[in-house]
């Protein structure tokens, strides 16, 4: 029988700022036992600065605790990730997430301030995004791409590898690793896809692919908007948050990426609004998936511990990482929180395979182009895929869009 | 199902004299590096000093003039593209330009007529 996902044309990828599984959407898990978040009486903990036990509260604000900005490139993230006086050079050492109050401790030797780092939101605080994770499908094991800061593990989303960077730097790709709008624009037949940003104030952190695919491949969110109602939306959409507080042409805009220190409820709207904007056109909303994930976790604690994975075909040098140890791009970052929306997806869903966001790159090259053959790198051709190909041979499984009815019973917020 | 309310953000959450941080301050770098690469005459209109840049709103102008450059010079480029190209000389009038030339050969030493010579032929005018 003809599922979902026979239906699906569109597929859309909204990426916000820096915040673990845990921040987000642990308390959740006192809802559905199935989502791996945290609830009260759960062991987990992380040593403050006198190693003294400190538990996850759920007393997170949506602005004005986390500054200074908690630290997550790649030393910290190291610390977060394998505890104090673990040793980078050690080859046996495994992750225990026993770092975060210590890496937030380093940068204020603040003890009250250092616990705020093991803070989490209550459900009833983020109605539009735990509302989402439990109506359609949440994954249990979306890990950041790298242990690292944004503009790497966003290269992942959009090429599958950072080319060996595990920072904040310019990544300009080699010609032979094109990205997945370039693979989508330049096929035959060919197709559409764009990187939908706020506005020209806020702009992209695509910047390599803004100065080659200008205009073809970008648009504003207003155009996103417009868009949807016009029944205009590309194959493959990215949209990404408003990155600042700016004057724009309709007046004082709040930065809406979720990004710490910026407004959470601000993104809390943004995603409503883009869910809607999907929702509110019948046409799209049954042909769309709606992908809501993070780029990395901010520095922010989460209990899941990263598993190793395929190593890339680039490293980082000692220098890079600033570790004084090579890195091969062979261990995921931290846990990141994503869901995936469509009204063909059952309430409930809690899907466990690994992902990361090359993962992103893969389902839709493997779902819009099938079997490419231009060069890719092993990390992507290595990564699950979150939609299954069309055709007779869907497994059953794994197919996420599974229902043959779509759903009526779907949520709507006021926005 | 109910419809789900979505409280605002409050008003004092906006601040555009808050310091950047370090993705803004990323960001702002990777636009300093796009400038660079755009035609001078993209980059004079730009105008911003980024060394002085310091808060998310000055960050914001900035990334906004050097966005928008960038869409000015694809989009004059893509203009540029799409022009209707001059056409192309065609043969015969070479011909007759390359007759004209043997004729102004032959004509060497002649008494020049009264009427204005033509121009642009390509024909040097001997030094005296």
């Known amino acids: 029988m003809p599922t979902g996902l026979d239906k699906l044309q569109h597929i859309v990828v909204l990426m916000m700022e820096n915040r673990s599984f845990d921040h987000m959407l642990g308390s959740l898990k006192a809802v559905n036992p199935k989502i791996d978040g945290y609830v009260d009486g759960d062991p987990f903990t992380n040593p403050d600065a006198n190693n003294n036990p400190v538990k996850p509260q759920p007393s997170a604000k949506f602005q004005g605790q986390l500054q200074p900005d908690p630290d997550h490139h790649f030393p910290a993230v190291d610390l977060q990730i394998f505890g104090k006086g673990s040793d980078p050079h050690s080859n046996d050492r495994k992750p225990n997430m026993q770092g975060f109050v210590a890496s937030y401790f380093n940068q204020q030797r603040n003890l009250a301030h250092s616990q705020m780092i093991m803070y989490y939101f209550p459900k009833e605080n983020l109605p539009v995004l735990t509302t989402l994770a439990l109506e359609f499908a949440v994954f249990n094991r979306w890990f950041a791409s790298i242990p690292g800061p944004t503009i790497c593990n966003r290269a992942f989303a959009h090429y599958g590898t950072s080319f060996g960077r595990v920072d904040l730097n310019p990544i300009y790709p080699p010609e032979t690793i094109k990205s997945v709008y370039s693979r989508l624009i330049n096929s035959d037949p060919k197709r559409t896809s764009k990187v939908y940003y706020y506005d020209t104030t806020s702009s992209t952190m695509e910047v390599a692919n803004l100065l080659q695919n200008q205009p073809e491949l970008f648009g504003t969110y207003k155009q996103f908007l417009e868009d949807c109602d016009n029944g205009d939306l590309p194959d493959y959409s990215f949209i990404e948050p408003n990155y600042s507080d700016h004057q724009g042409d309709s007046g004082a805009l709040i930065a809406n990426d979720q990004h710490p220190d910026h407004n959470v409820r601000a993104g809390e709207k943004f995603i409503a609004e883009v869910y809607q904007a999907i929702k509110n056109t019948p046409q799209l909303w049954e042909s769309t998936a709606l992908l809501i994930t993070y780029d990395e976790h901010g520095g922010i604690f989460d209990h899941v511990p990263p598993p190793s994975c395929v190593a890339d075909k680039f490293k980082a040098d000692g220098n890079a990482t600033e570790v004084g140890v090579d890195f091969h791009f062979d261990r995921l970052g931290v846990r990141v929180p994503t869901i995936l929306v469509s009204p063909w997806i059952p309430a409930n869903t809690v899907d466990n395979r690994v992902f990361d966001h090359a993962s992103i790159p893969a389902t839709i090259t493997k779902f819009f182009l099938g079997d490419y053959s231009a060069d890719r790198s092993p990390r992507e051709m290595n990564a699950d895929i979150f939609i299954e190909p069309q055709g007779p041979a869907v497994d059953p499984a794994r197919n996420l869009l599974s229902l043959d009815v779509m759903r009526t019973d779907c949520p709507d917020f006021d926005v | ?128």
């Open chain 2, 1 to 128: 199902m109910a419809l789900i309310h979505v409280p605002n953000p409050p008003k004092n959450a906006y601040d555009p004299d808050r310091p950047m941080g370090s993705l803004l301050k990323s960001q702002v770098e990777h636009m300093r590096e796009a400038e660079s690469k755009l035609p001078l005459r993209y980059r004079q209109q730009i105008e911003i000093y980024i060394k002085a840049v310091r808060t998310e709103g000055e960050a914001a102008r900035y990334i906004q003039a050097v966005t928008r450059a960038i869409h000015l010079a694809h989009e004059d480029a893509e203009r540029e593209r799409l022009a209707p190209k001059p056409a192309a000389k065609p043969v015969i009038e070479i011909a007759a330009v390359a007759d004209e030339a043997a004729e102004r050969k032959q004509n060497r030493g002649r008494k020049r007529p009264t009427s204005k010579s033509k121009k642009g032929t390509g024909a040097k005018r001997r030094k005296k």
